[in-house]
């Protein structure tokens, strides 16, 4: 087995709530799968057993085919739903962070030349997220948008090998929202992450991923409904990847989605 | 609280304070054994006896008006109550302070030791008193020593720390801290026998509204130290108590007794407060007082306060009398008039 | 308009606060005046003409015996005592009570014994402390210090352990260390807080003090307090407590002013 | 992996928690050993023995001449003290707390109060206490009342003024009244925090009761520390501190306890 | 003027930032209003201020003609950008609030038949955004649409003459955001509200809009960007509303945007 990430028979229950269940998933170095599904179906508890925040009820997360401690490593970067960044730290100091916590084991402090350089890093990546003018604001002085950009500038300046994102662009107006597309992919590419990315966009989960998967429910009691979980029930690869199986693009019912032009395959996974 | 028209005014319910001391058991014995009743009974009155665990707040509280009388030593019953402006009255003259109070020193057994010491003592009381005569009498002044005001809750244990080599205490912290290695007292209130009184002192309005309370008073003392210096199974048991009550074991007891001279007999309280020697101990008093600004502020003389003495004799301004010595009940208990 | 939403100035805000300390003083005089009506030397409510004349010598005039303004050398000394006590209680909080909020296995070693130590009444085990501590300055900054600071370690520590959970793994995906971590996302976030410990800490330091003072010593506010108890010189002690309530409240005002101008992200608009 | 990560179990934090103590003991215990090895009568660190022994008859033997089992009659007018002081206190701080922290007026008019209060020792004015309580409980429990009411008011009204504005509004949208608003919205986030500032109040009740028994009592743990310290009976007193402090700690987990029972909403996971 | 609403020359400053200026608008009785613009730009603070929560720096705002009190008021309605429940309440109890505050004014909670005729009306409110399964959760126990939900719901118990909403579908998958479309067209025709939405998606904007606000800086200094605030550029009533005037679709640029086929006016507002 070859993935990178890779999800062996995952269970997520909080107390009797089962969230997630049977998830089998491997998610391929370099690819870049969108999460979609209902609200409350557990995209963000996926996530969040992903990053190492949680450890699942049951089953194992194999990353590099090691077990995946229940610890965030640096290798792994994050923006949460609700945009958290520091709230002590000025719009440049949040962006520094990652840098001066990587260079300055000691202080976590950068001067004289080196803090120039991290800082001038800080700015392009602050520029390239819209926050150009807003380098000494501090987060309760920005709106919603702002600051979920500035959890997106955070979370990219230390390219991660593994990127998770949380509905990262539900707060920006579409021209923004357009910037953003174009900036993380070009640090896909180039940087040749891997991303995991839950969105409310059909659209943008079909024209950024490589991969689309579904969580939904795929049994439900009408009178227990805290009994069964949410599971993968599409992983659609896309066109775009290197390796792609042969299948039709399946209307998703998404009211506003473009027209996703490309072939997919409709694999209903082994785990339901 | 009180004001003076209501405290003149005839009652029937009075409270006394006391705190721990060995002159001042006989009281929570009575009060324990039912003499506090019998003889308020007597007299259709009713008495409390309230026990205020530090000695400071039972004489604030009586100068107060919280509490009808107190037990309280003759320095301090002239600088907190009479200098205060209540006229008190001093009704027994219960003992005097025969070793009871000392001072001790570490590492030397001679007073002239202390020279330049830090010397912890409660200040301004009969410990700081105690400590002016001691030091008169080695031909040296306050100035030759530094005072540290100590709480006489904290100075028995103060005195196992290393860092104090000189203190002034009284029973039965005097008892405890004695026990100390290397601790020597150098000099007692048995040196100056008679100085320091421990006396029962009730509001003059209210005792002049009142003498059944003085009578009863007066009453419940002589019983009860007359059954307490009894030899036999009953006065052994008075003492226990009075021990136990005091937090102590009944050696330990009969130790601070045995510093302490009880008039148990009314004839001799009366003749010690009829005493010219007693102007004399109140004059040293007071001109201590008044030299540590005792007297308040305010103050001008030594005489700004007045005192009375048995047969007319007074001290000091005699239009301002506030403490009087009153020898009135001890002389009635003497005469079998109770 | 609602009361919840009647926002009161700055100016308004001091006029309002003055009413209620001004009745308190009306009340304070007319009963004062009403005591010395029955008994013209009362000592338990002097009147302010004698506060005055009480503490003029001991502000302006110096002690025969030691030829010190006492009144200022009592202030001098009670506050060095309090700064240090305070200053290392504060220390003490910082490091203790982030480490005690961050770190799991700190929290399970030593949480039980922080408030062991918060919950025993130090003036009952004074014994041990002179002992420990002899009856110098260090006794009396020792009570200090072991009176407030296991209530500021345990606040600290509170706080500390309150913080959102994605801060923590957030700061971990940027790379930051345990140690990193601490000094800076707990550190800076606990700063305002402990301001606010302090603040809240005050009032118990001032009784640690003067409990201390009245121990065993022989200069300090609470020294003049428990030494002129003896004689029920109100005069004295009531000035004396005015003062170090003026004290105590000028620090609090400074310490909030400070915290607002130092953290202003800690106290920004929030909507 | 990292220290802030290691989560420690409910057992082998309990086996944690108690490392600390038991070296406390064991330093204790070769201490006084040492002590007594040099001098046999040493009172200061009594050995356990000693302990046991003073102690038995207060606890088994009923006193001559009250009938009473002492150390139990200390433990219950202490606890009745307590309980009382704190109640009224607890009390206070809800109606005042949230009443100065949710209005604006009120707490323009009355803050400067309750900070002088807060910052004044009341035990440099335990003369005026007792003169305006009288001797009785009522100046215990007052003393208790005023010594830790402030801080808990003060605590609870800053976090109710930190209660973020959108809740305030958004009650308001829903049609709430000042009354309503301070009823269903502020009083339960109020009660959450005002067990934790009952717990961080217990230390400072505790010295406010002990102080008040020494002063003015005939009964109570603290009285009876007072009483047998004029003897140095380290053997009754280090039992009793041990007691306090078993009893204090005992109340601090069932607070804990029951603000994770009935406010889940304020310790749930938040992710 | 016959406006519900009518805002004069109403600046919104942040110390020495300006936010919004010179905003003049005037909004009719039972128009619903949708506000867009780029991130930043002053929508949440336009509100705000509409809302009672802050005063504005300058200018004056009428409500009925009348000043509008810098507070809040029941007869308006909110839902905030960041999803604000009471996290001490449980669904159930967030939902029936605003019932209880109304029906009892003393204790603010009701009992017996009541309590169960609010309970009823709160679950039909709450099967409505699709929430009837966790009526007994915790706010932290939610998801973040979950979370969003049960804040629209809170909001439209109280059928609140003025309603506004700041970004309410955000973090909802398309499906639940469709039922929350009807839902909140229902509401707004039967019960005549008026309603003020901020979002980010033009086709929302324009499918349930009768008009549409674009906030936006009209003046921009490059060394002093925050001299300058945004106000309104564009100004599109819709041809679904009455009183309609004539004009042409425009493409808005958003990518993915429904095709709007509608008339409307670019009617560049007096104010800049
Ligand atoms: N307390 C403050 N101090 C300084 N500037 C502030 C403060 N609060 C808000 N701002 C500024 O006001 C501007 C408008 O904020 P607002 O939240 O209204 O934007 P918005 O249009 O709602 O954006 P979004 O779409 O991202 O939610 C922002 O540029 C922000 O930086
Ligand atoms: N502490 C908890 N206790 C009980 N249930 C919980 C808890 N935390 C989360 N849940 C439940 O887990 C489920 C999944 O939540 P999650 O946040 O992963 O959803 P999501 O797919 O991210 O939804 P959204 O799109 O709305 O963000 C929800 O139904 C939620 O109620
Ligand atoms: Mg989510
Ligand atoms: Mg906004």
């Known amino acids: 087995m070859n993935a990178l990430l890779s999800l062996q028979?995952?269970?997520?229950?909080?107390?009797?709530?089962?969230?997630?269940?049977?998830?089998?998933?491997?998610?391929?170095?370099?690819?870049?799968?969108?999460?979609?599904?209902?609200?409350?179906?557990?995209?963000?508890?996926?996530?969040?057993v992903l990053l190492g925040q949680e450890a699942p009820t049951k089953g194992t997360i194999l990353l590099n085919d090691e077990p995946l401690k229940p610890q965030c490593e640096p290798d792994r970067g994050v923006v949460f739903q609700r945009y958290s960044v520091f709230s002590h730290l000025t719009v440049l100091g949040n962006t520094v962070f990652g840098l001066e916590c990587a260079q300055a084991p000691l202080t976590a402090?950068?001067?004289?030349?080196?803090?120039?350089?991290?800082?001038?890093?800080?700015?392009?990546?602050?520029?390239?997220?819209?926050?150009?003018?807003?380098?000494?604001?501090?987060?309760?002085?920005?709106?919603?948008?702002?600051?979920?950009?500035?959890?997106?500038?955070?979370?990219?300046?230390?390219r991660p090998r593994l990127l998770l994102l949380d509905e990262p662009f539900g707060a920006l107006d579409p021209g923004i929202r357009a910037d953003m597309h174009a900036l993380i992919t070009r640090l896909w590419s180039d940087y040749s992450l891997t991303v995991v990315m839950v969105t409310h966009d059909i659209g943008e989960a079909f024209s950024l991923g490589t991969r689309v998967l579904t969580l939904d429910k795929a049994r439900h009691d009408p009178h227990a409904p805290h009994r069964y979980g949410a599971t993968v029930v599409y992983d659609l690869p896309l066109k775009k990847q290197a390796t792609v199986e042969a299948g039709t693009c399946v209307d998703n019912g998404a009211e506003n989605g473009p027209e996703v032009n490309c072939i997919i395959t409709v694999d209903e996974t082994r785990n339901n | 609280s009180p004001t003076a028209e209501e405290t003149a005014a005839p009652r029937t319910e009075f409270s006394i304070g006391w705190s721990i001391y060995a002159g001042w058991m006989p009281w929570a014995y009575a009060d324990q054994a039912g003499i506090v009743k019998k003889?308020?009974?007597?007299?259709?009155?009713?008495?409390?006896?309230?026990?205020?665990?530090?000695?400071?707040?039972?004489?604030?509280?009586?100068?107060?008006?919280?509490?009808d009388g107190v037990t309280v030593a003759n320095m301090d019953a002239l600088t907190i109550p009479a200098a205060g402006g209540k006229d008190t009255s001093a009704i027994i003259v219960g003992d005097y302070s025969n070793g009871n109070d000392g001072i001790l020193l570490k590492g030397s057994d001679s007073l002239s030791a202390i020279m330049g010491r830090q010397v912890y003592l409660v200040e301004l009381s009969v410990s700081h008193y105690l400590l002016a005569r001691g030091?008169?009498?080695?031909?040296?002044?306050?100035?030759?020593?530094?005072?540290?005001?100590?709480?006489?809750?904290?100075?028995?244990?103060?005195?196992?720390?290393?860092?104090?080599t000189a203190a002034v205490a009284w029973n039965p912290q005097l008892s405890t801290m004695r026990q100390t290695p290397g601790a020597n007292e150098v000099f007692s209130s048995a040196d100056i026998p008679g100085e320091i009184l421990d006396l029962l002192v009730v509001d003059t309005a209210t005792l002049q509204a009142n003498p059944n309370l003085g009578k009863a008073l007066a009453g419940i003392w002589y019983e009860t130290t007359a059954l307490m210096q009894r030899q036999d199974e009953?006065?052994?048991?008075?003492?226990?108590?009075?021990?136990?009550?005091?937090?102590?074991?009944?050696?330990?007891?009969?130790?601070?007794?045995?510093?302490?001279?009880?008039?148990?007999?009314?004839?001799?309280?009366?003749?010690?407060?009829?005493?010219?020697?007693?102007i004399e101990t109140m004059t040293r008093v007071r001109d201590f007082s008044f030299s540590q600004g005792l007297f308040g502020q305010g103050a001008?003389?030594?005489?700004?306060?007045?005192?009375?003495?048995?047969?007319?004799?007074?001290?000091?301004?005699?239009?301002?009398?506030?403490?009087?010595?009153?020898?009135?009940?001890?002389?009635?208990?003497?005469d079998g008039a109770l | 308009?609602?009361?919840?939403?009647?926002?009161?100035?700055?100016?308004?805000?001091?006029?309002?606060?003055?009413?209620?300390?001004?009745?308190?003083?009306?009340?304070?005089?007319?009963?004062?005046?009403?005591?010395?009506?029955?008994?013209?030397?009362?000592?338990?409510?002097?009147?302010?003409?004698?506060?005055?004349?009480?503490?003029?010598?001991?502000?302006?005039?110096?002690?025969?015996?030691?030829?010190?303004?006492?009144?200022?050398?009592?202030?001098?000394?009670?506050?060095?005592?309090?700064?240090?006590?305070?200053?290392?209680?504060?220390?003490?909080?910082?490091?203790?009570?982030?480490?005690?909020?961050?770190?799991?296995?700190?929290?399970?070693?030593?949480?039980?014994?922080?408030?062991?130590?918060?919950?025993?009444?130090?003036?009952?085990?004074?014994?041990?402390?002179?002992?420990?501590?002899?009856?110098g300055e260090t006794a009396k900054v020792a009570l200090i210090v072991i009176g407030v600071a296991p209530f500021m370690i345990r606040d600290i520590a509170a706080h500390m352990a309150a913080l959102p959970r994605e801060q923590i793994v957030k700061a971990q995906t940027l790379g930051a260390s345990t140690w990193q971590l601490i000094l800076r996302v707990a550190l800076p976030q606990a700063m305002p807080r402990l301001?606010?410990?302090?603040?809240?800490?005050?009032?118990?330091?001032?009784?640690?003090?003067?409990?201390?003072?009245?121990?065993?010593?022989?200069?300090?506010l609470g020294y003049r307090i428990f030494l002129v108890r003896r004689y029920l010189a109100m005069d004295v002690i009531l000035p004396y407590v005015a003062w170090i309530a003026l004290l105590a409240a000028t620090t609090d005002i400074l310490l909030n002013w400070s915290s607002r101008r130092l953290f202003r992200w800690a106290h920004g608009a929030n909507h």
């Open chain 3, 195 to 220: 301001i606010q410990a302090v603040r809240l800490s005050l009032g118990p330091a001032w009784v640690f003090l003067i409990s201390a003072e009245a121990i065993a010593s022989d200069i300090g």
């Open chain 1, 9 to 48: 028979n995952v269970w997520v229950e909080y107390g009797d709530k089962v969230v997630l269940e049977r998830i089998n998933l491997n998610i391929e170095a370099g690819s870049f799968v969108s999460i979609i599904g209902p609200s409350g179906a557990g995209k963000s508890s996926l996530l969040r």
């Open chain 2, 300 to 334: 001008s003389s030594a005489d700004a306060i007045g005192m009375a003495f048995p047969g007319g004799k007074t001290l000091g301004d005699p239009d301002h009398i506030t403490l009087r010595f009153d020898e009135t009940y001890m002389q009635m208990a003497a």
């Open chain 2, 39 to 67: 003889w308020a009974d007597k007299y259709g009155i009713e008495i409390n006896i309230v026990q205020v665990n530090d000695y400071v707040e039972s004489v604030n509280q009586y100068t107060a008006g919280q509490l």
């Open chain 1, 109 to 158: 402090r950068l001067f004289g030349a080196r803090r120039r350089a991290a800082e001038a890093e800080a700015e392009e990546m602050l520029a390239a997220v819209g926050l150009s003018d807003n380098l000494h604001l501090y987060p309760a002085q920005m709106s919603g948008g702002m600051q979920q950009r500035l959890a997106i500038a955070q979370a990219l300046i230390k």
């Open chain 2, 135 to 164: 030091l008169e009498s080695v031909g040296m002044s306050m100035t030759d020593v530094r005072t540290v005001n100590t709480s006489d809750a904290d100075i028995a244990s103060a005195f196992t720390s290393p860092d104090v």
């Open chain 3, 1 to 135: 308009m609602r009361w919840v939403n009647r926002n009161i100035g700055r100016r308004n805000s001091l006029l309002l606060g003055a009413i209620p300390i001004l009745v308190l003083l009306m009340v304070y005089l007319v009963v004062s005046a009403d005591r010395h009506a029955i008994n013209p030397s009362d000592k338990i409510l002097p009147i302010p003409g004698a506060m005055v004349q009480a503490m003029w010598g001991l502000v302006f005039e110096p002690d025969r015996l030691s030829g010190r303004l006492l009144f200022w050398a009592d202030t001098f000394a009670s506050l060095q005592r309090l700064g240090l006590g305070i200053a290392i209680s504060t220390l003490a909080a910082l490091i203790v009570g982030i480490l005690l909020g961050i770190l799991p296995p700190v929290r399970a070693t030593f949480s039980t014994l922080v408030t062991g130590i918060a919950v025993i009444p130090p003036i009952a085990l004074l014994p041990i402390l002179f002992i420990a501590f002899g009856l």
């Open chain 2, 234 to 278: 009953q006065g052994r048991a008075a003492r226990a108590a009075m021990a136990e009550l005091a937090g102590t074991t009944l050696e330990n007891f009969e130790g601070q007794l045995a510093t302490t001279y009880l008039y148990t007999e009314p004839q001799a309280a009366v003749a010690a407060t009829s005493d010219a020697a007693l």
